[in-house]
């Protein structure tokens, strides 16, 4: 009998997974690279503009709201290796047009939302055939450890990143940043082309063509699954918006150059790391308490570091949000995708992605315009406020629902709401995998 893997990091016991975390921690960093020189970029030629800010990340992230339904439905579809192999050769792509832009000087705001939106619209396909594609590299067993890692490497890539960034920025510009990033897409492909696609865990296709609506059917008939998914709808739409907040503060709170807004950055960064490593060890679904505790923390933390006084006490208690932050969603995520099934996984994480990040453009522009009119801490505090009302608004729901039912019960394995063909036999229990991100 082979002996299993343990530890915190056994799901780098599987070779294509070491092979995909090598690559998406350094294709990973150059996008959080990416990300502070297009904030930098946007707030120099607008003269700190939150409003513009805030339109070119709503222009980011819309596309999400818009085909990131159909991109889960691709991911059910089709071979998501190839899928993935694409979208970052077109990333890639886009971001090489617009780094030649910043080098020649030419660069225009309209620039910067075009190839925001471009980006954006690749990641509506790439998100949730990344996130279910982890499943795929490490099986049933390891996809909660496989997710938990995914996080930290993922916010090992947001401590280095940021802060390399900003002392290139400082000492080279913002062009040269921006060419890493294009280079970084290399990364990955290389990696999913070295993969052993015998080795990967793949589930049968369904015969019939996999449709949007029976992902949401599976979805809407499990309360457990609806609870957290609004949660996270709500503490995306007003509390996760620090692509938008921090900058933000650096510039017109504390008066900081890119350097220390880099590692302001860093700090966040690094809270979220601590807290994708606490996850490691989890190897079942958590309760919905704990999803709810998390977020009723979130919403504290978040609260406290608007009212930060000075650069230092607003690193700590970011380091603080980002924790929270980073554990709020990879519970929400492990009680989405440990209740889901296999054969639904794509469009489920599609959805996720939908309620995570497809609510980011209309967070973007409301936080962005309450910034540019009351400063850049109101951002902070209405999260914070609106993630505590949230998370005790879900806590009553528990409660209620408790005293309906009585002592909740073991769930049961998910079952397809409505057959799609053949393919769908294969309904093994799934555990689940990765965090939020990207934009994480």
């Not at 503009?49 to 991109?71: D, E, H, N, R």
């Not at 490691?280 to 999803?291: I, W």
């Not at 979130?298 to 970011?318: E, Y």
């Not at 406020?385 to 002592?407: C, D, E, K, M, N």
Request: proline residues 6%.
């Amino acid at each position: 009998m082979d002996k299993k893997p343990t530890g915190t990091f056994r799901a780098l016991s599987v070779r294509n997974f070491r092979l995909f975390a090598a690559g998406q921690v350094v294709s990973a960093a150059g996008t959080w690279m990416m990300v502070m020189a297009q904030d930098w970029l946007v707030l120099s030629m607008t003269d700190d503009s939150g409003t513009a800010l805030g339109a070119v990340t709503a222009l980011q992230f819309a596309p999400l709201l818009l085909f990131t339904l159909y991109g889960g439905r691709l991911a059910d579809r089709h071979d998501k290796r190839r899928l993935l192999i694409a979208a970052n050769l077109v990333s890639g792509t886009l971001t090489c047009l617009l780094t030649l832009l910043v080098l020649s000087d030419a660069v225009q705001v309209w620039h910067i939302c075009l190839f925001a939106l471009g980006l954006g619209t690749v990641n509506a396909v790439e998100v949730p055939t990344r996130m279910s594609f982890v499943g795929e590299l490490v099986g049933a067993e390891l996809l909660p450890n496989a997710s938990a890692l995914s996080a930290a490497y993922f916010n090992i890539a947001r401590v280095v990143g940021p802060a390399v960034a900003g002392l290139l920025i400082s000492v080279a510009g913002i062009g040269p940043v921006m060419l890493l990033n294009a280079v970084s897409y290399l990364a990955t492909v290389l990696v999913l082309r070295m993969m052993r696609p015998a080795e990967l865990h793949l589930t049968a296709k369904p015969s019939a063509r996999p449709r949007i609506v029976d992902g949401l059917r599976h979805v809407t008939g499990r309360p457990d699954l609806l609870l957290p998914m609004a949660l996270v709808g709500v503490i995306g739409l007003f509390g996760l918006n620090f692509q938008l907040t921090l900058p933000l503060m650096a510039k017109t709170e504390f008066h900081t150059d890119a350097s220390n807004f880099g590692l302001l950055t860093t700090a966040f960064a690094a809270g979220s790391l601590l807290a994708a490593l606490a996850t490691t060890a989890r190897r079942g679904r958590p309760s919905s308490r704990t999803v709810t505790t998390a977020a009723l923390a979130f919403g504290l933390v978040t609260t406290a570091a608007g009212g930060a006084p000075d650069h230092l006490t607003a690193a700590v208690l970011l380091a603080l949000t980002g924790f929270a932050a980073l554990y709020f969603a990879q519970a929400a995520n492990h009680r989405v995708q440990l209740g889901s099934d296999p054969a639904y996984r794509g469009r489920v994480m599609a959805l996720y992605t939908l309620v995570l990040q497809g609510s980011t453009p209309l967070g973007a522009l409301l936080v962005g315009r309450l910034s540019q009119e009351f400063g850049a801490r109101s951002g902070l505090y209405v999260g914070g406020i609106v993630s505590l009302t949230a998370a005790a608004g879900a806590y009553a729901v528990q409660r209620t629902r408790r005293r309906r039912t009585g002592p909740a019960l073991p769930p049961p394995s998910p079952r397809p709401s409505k057959p799609e063909g053949p393919g769908t036999a294969d309904v093994s229990r799934a555990p689940e995998e990765r965090q939020g991100s990207h934009g994480s």
